[in-house]
């Protein structure tokens, strides 16, 4: 059977590349319990803010959880590559990979 296409002229090869486009973000998670813990979350998120801000760091996303009536967590969304630097000045009281919608 002939064939009328040159694989070579009809087709331009390009060079596949396995590119992280975004860093992974990791979802840092501030637990606070009891009868004040509402007032206590709001609180630590506006201090939250303030350091990153007095840092020059860049805070995805923050915000307030509500699990039940005596347990808020306030949570801050940051790329992986600044973790261990606010890690170590932050003590946040665990953490878990944030994946976007897409």
């Not at 590119?19 to 009891?34: A, P, Q, S, T, V």
């Not at 801000?53 to 590559?81: C, R």
Request: contains cysteine.
């Amino acid at each position: 059977m002939g064939s009328n296409f040159n694989i070579s002229r009809d087709f331009i090869f390009y060079p596949i590349h396995k590119l992280n486009y975004h860093m992974e973000k990791i979802k840092l998670i501030w637990d606070f319990r009891g009868p004040a813990c509402s007032h206590t979350a709001t609180h630590f998120k506006t201090h939250l803010i303030e350091f990153f801000e007095s840092e020059k760091l860049e805070l995805i996303l923050s915000g307030i959880e509500v699990v039940n009536e005596f347990h808020h967590y306030t949570y801050a969304v940051i790329d992986k590559k600044n973790l261990e630097g606010i890690k170590s000045s932050l003590k946040p009281n665990r953490g878990q990979f944030f994946e976007t919608s897409k």
